[in-house]
């Protein structure tokens, strides 16, 4: 699939033989971890070799991609990216599965790929589809009726709803596309509970 930039796409997949990719909070950190810092052109080590970089000497030339909501799933994530820079979603993607992956299968004990295939991708046609995609990824625990604390799960909602601090205060999204559509928080909550309700349905009748 090509990737234009400025264009919006919902990116998404799943653990090999539908497997948990995410066993604790450890490895959601660490998932929301890369995705913060190989968001960058330049190229990167891995996060051992950042962590010596020291956050006071580094900064970001420019980001590969903007991150408008995510959802990590037990057995899969989804995530809606805007492309910044010329292949940039794929060097994103590339980085993120390969570096997650060996950190997850030295964390759990095992080898071989982690993850099904190479991520799926749907370009984002409209405003609306925007919205709707937005509202499917950031509450997708919703869509398959998740709940803490039986099954876990992180969302970009954790950035901007409660405290708003993100989870272990991670902080990774531009919601101004979103937001910007909607006078405050309850309303967009609106919209979102009531598109939710119609995914919900739709899902349980096919």
């Not at 080590?45 to 900064?59: A, E, R, V």
């Not at 292949?87 to 997850?104: A, D, Q, V, W």
């Not at 299968?105 to 925007?130: I, T």
């Not at 990774?172 to 598109?195: G, M, R, T, V, W």
């Amino acid at each position: 699939m090509e990737f234009f930039n400025g264009v919006y796409y919902h990116v998404y997949n799943r653990g090999v033989e539908k497997r948990k990719v995410f066993m604790n909070d450890k490895d959601f950190s660490r998932f929301l971890e890369s995705m913060r810092e190989f968001n960058d052109v330049r190229p990167v080590g891995s996060l051992y070799q950042k962590s010596f970089l020291n956050n006071k000497n580094y900064t970001k030339e420019q980001p590969l991609v903007s991150i408008v909501s995510y959802c990590l799933n037990p057995n899969h994530y989804h995530l809606l990216l805007r492309q910044e820079v010329d292949g940039g979603i794929s060097e994103f993607m590339k980085r993120l599965g390969g570096g997650y992956t060996k950190y997850f299968n030295e964390q759990h004990n095992r080898s071989g790929s982690l993850f099904q295939g190479k991520f799926k991708a749907k370009e984002v046609l409209s405003n609306a589809q925007l919205l709707h995609v937005n509202i499917y990824v950031e509450f997708n625990f919703m869509v398959h009726s998740l709940r803490r604390p039986t099954s876990k799960w992180v969302s970009s909602q954790d950035e901007w709803s409660g405290d708003g601090k993100g989870f272990m205060g991670y902080k990774l999204c531009d919601k101004s596309i979103i937001f910007d559509q909607f006078k405050n928080n309850q309303e967009y909550l609106d919209f979102a509970n009531n598109a939710l309700k119609s995914m919900i349905e739709k899902k349980e009748n096919t």
